[in-house]
Antibody, heavy 123, light 110 residues
Framework: EVQLVETGGGLIQPGGSLRLSCAAS????????MTWVRQAPGKGLEWVSIFYRLGSAYYADSVRGRFSISRDNSKNTVYLQMNSLRAEDTAVYYCARGPSDDNGNYYYYMDVWGKGTTVAVSS | QSALTQPASVSGSPGQSITISCTGTSSDVGSYNLVSWYQQHPGKAPKLIIY???KRPSGLSNRFSGSKSGNTASLTISGLQAEDEADYYC??????????FGGGTKLTVL
């Protein structure tokens, strides 16, 4: 079964750091692109970051310079390192897969989502 | 990276059809046929229902359909059912390997 499981959320003080993990099963993260999407309480979805082909990474303006996405192929896991956290980073963080085909083509939508992990930034 | 514009809420009676609009710019929706739609029930993860403007994932009901004209994409749900009551989000590729979501639309089935 294709599945994503996020862990690592919690309560953190402003200015602190947290690392989220997204463990994949049923497919190989290195063969797809992986994204992080967040949802603040009572708000809509916000795209955060993508780990793309050949290890390139891209970020939303709101997190660029503070967040870093990475991947461990041996653990089939993607990470989101979050530094200099702010109250406005409080959200449920979802990991999602961008699909690819056998020819290595990437498709620009998210077809598999995890259940999310909650990050609360507060003093 | 401004959010796409969606109506905050729409409603319809069982059996009716509703349409949710998603307005972007010439830099995102208008430039790419890469609009996707997601359904989210309370407390649940989003679920893909439309990709590449008008394609449905395997096994998804054909009551869901998508279209695009210029900078505006649309999601139509026909034959409304009680289980369709949820939040709906559009998403577009915005170039330079970035994405932008809409603000979300709450669908109420009366």
């Amino acid at each position: 079964e294709v599945q994503l499981v996020e862990t690592g959320g919690g309560l953190i003080q402003p200015g602190g750091s947290l690392r989220l993990s997204c463990a994949a099963s049923g497919f190989t993260v290195s063969s797809n692109y992986m994204t992080w999407v967040r949802q603040a309480p009572g708000k809509g979805l916000e795209w955060v970051s993508i780990f793309y082909r050949l290890g390139s990474a891209y970020y939303a303006d709101s997190v660029r310079g503070r967040f870093s996405i990475s991947r461990d192929n041996s653990k089939n896991t993607v990470y989101l390192q979050m530094n200099s956290l702010r109250a406005e980073d409080t959200a449920v963080y979802y990991c999602a897969r961008g699909p690819s085909d056998d020819n290595g083509n990437y498709y620009y939508y998210m077809d598999v989502w995890g259940k999310g992990t909650t990050v609360a930034v507060s003093s | 990276q401004s959010a796409l514009t969606q109506p905050a809420s729409v409603s319809g009676s069982p059996g009716q059809s509703i349409t949710i609009s998603c307005t972007g710019t010439s830099s995102d929706v208008g430039s790419y046929n890469l609009v996707s739609w997601y359904q989210q029930h309370p407390g649940k993860a989003p679920k893909l229902i439309i990709y590449e403007v008008n394609k449905r994932p395997s096994g998804l009901s054909n009551r869901f359909s998508g279209s695009k004209s210029g900078n505006t994409a649309s999601l139509t749900i026909s034959g409304l059912q009680a289980e369709d009551e949820a939040d709906y989000y559009c998403c577009s590729y915005a170039g330079s390997v970035t994405f932008v979501f809409g603000g979300g639309t709450k669908l109420t089935v009366l």
